[in-house]
């Protein structure tokens, strides 16, 4: 069921929490709100949800209008039929597994039949339906989840809002966790709203992903379309660009290259791009390639000043001779591995540096950016 939302505002006192957004989500589509904490991502949930009353805005689900401050429209959140699972599970732990998914049905009176069949199918959907009998605190972590996300099932949601709700399980369990919701939410093709901070996490389940930065939505795209373009410095480094440097743009005749302030070194770029204001270059640390100064490889010359075991990879970090200091992510090879100290040469993959709007330094300064960490 599709989920609209337009010109939503929302104030906490003085701080503008959510600010004039416009956000569609379609029938069976998986967005992601991804941010940093306090950039609105919650807040934008909260309210489809009926948890937060706007000042301003329209939100519709399906044919349903179910906020309009024009119109003083507030549905309840018991009335907008829609499934939330939180951060925390909620999970009684005096009940069993199958006392906690079947408690909402039996507050809303549905027939002891149907509660038996819908608990059951939820339990199976899960992977849970071994444990109906089972007593909530004897779970782990991980089946507590899968409990509260069953609990959401068994009520048929129109549409199924999740905020961060593996962000208190451990990584090999998250990372298992993510592959199994969006199989779920394919295989029920649930409209869903995720809350995450974790980019990661967005790319792996969603369909588009709505970056929000102070309450408003900066890039609204794919996965593959944010992590392909990132078009400004403050949206590269919350996606994890390691190499962020202001430069300037020269075109030349064999086409345009980018030159680093304060270092004068120079990297050809496809396109010079328009507008006007401060540029960056974002350089990501798998584009960037390390080798012994000895094999006589192409690029810049350096001294290795960190090497950091990731287990399949490894990251360099390496100051280069008058130049930066830029990282670096190879695969893991023992026999070729670096050590600290060593004299080494960077070189980038072809046209891999990106130009951004440098929107995290001011129009006036044109101090070097640095690298980013």
């Known amino acids: 069921m599709q989920i609209r939302v337009t010109g939503l505002g929302l104030t906490y006192g003085t701080t503008q929490v ?26 934008t949930m909260r309210c489809v949800a009926g948890l937060e009353e706007p000042g301003t805005g329209r939100i519709e689900i399906g044919d349903d209008v179910v906020f309009d401050a024009a119109q003083n429209i507030d549905v309840p959140p018991h009335r907008r039929n829609v499934g939330m699972v939180f951060q925390s599970y909620a999970i009684w732990p005096h009940r069993t597994v199958t006392e906690n998914v079947a408690f909402s049905l039996r507050m809303k009176k549905v027939e002891r039949s149907v509660i038996r069949d819908r608990v059951a199918s939820a339990l199976r959907l899960v992977g849970l339906e071994h444990l109906g009998d089972r007593g909530a605190s004897m779970l782990s972590g991980g089946q507590m989840q899968r409990v509260a996300l069953a609990r959401s099932i068994a009520m048929e949601p129109s549409v199924l809002l999740l905020d961060e709700p593996l962000s208190n399980l451990d990584a090999r369990l998250r990372e298992r966790l993510r592959i199994e919701l ?65 430069c300037r743009v020269q075109d030349r005749v064999d086409g345009p290259v980018v030159v680093l302030d304060g270092h004068d070194l120079e990297i050809p770029v496809k396109e010079s791009p328009g ?74 993959s072809p046209y891999s540096a990106q130009v951004l709007l440098d929107d995290m330094r001011p129009s006036h300064d044109l101090a070097p950016a640095g690298a980013a960490s």
């Open 182 to 246: 969006r199989e779920l939410q394919l295989q029920l093709g649930l409209t869903t709203v995720y809350v995450t901070h974790d980019q990661t996490e967005a790319f792996a389940l969603a369909d588009r992903i709505a970056l929000m930065q102070a309450g408003r939505i900066v890039r609204f795209d794919t996965p593959e379309g944010i992590y392909a373009s990132p078009t400004t410095t403050s949206v590269a480094r919350f996606l994890g660009v390691a190499n962020l440097f202001s």
């Open 275 to 348: 507008g006007a204001g401060p540029l960056a270059v974002g350089i990501r640390a798998e584009d960037v390639t390390v080798s012994p100064e000895s094999s006589g490889g192409q690029g810049w010359p350096g001294r290795l000043t960190v090497a950091s075991f990731h287990g399949a990879t490894v990251r360099y970090r390496v100051a280069v001779t008058g130049g930066p200091v830029v990282d670096a992510t190879a695969r893991n090879d023992t026999a070729s591995r670096l050590a600290v100290g060593d004299p080494v040469r960077v070189a980038l």
């Open 18 to 43: 959510i600010d004039d957004l416009d956000v569609t989500v379609a029938d069976g589509e998986s967005l992601v709100l991804l941010g940093e904490s306090g950039c609105g991502k919650t807040s």
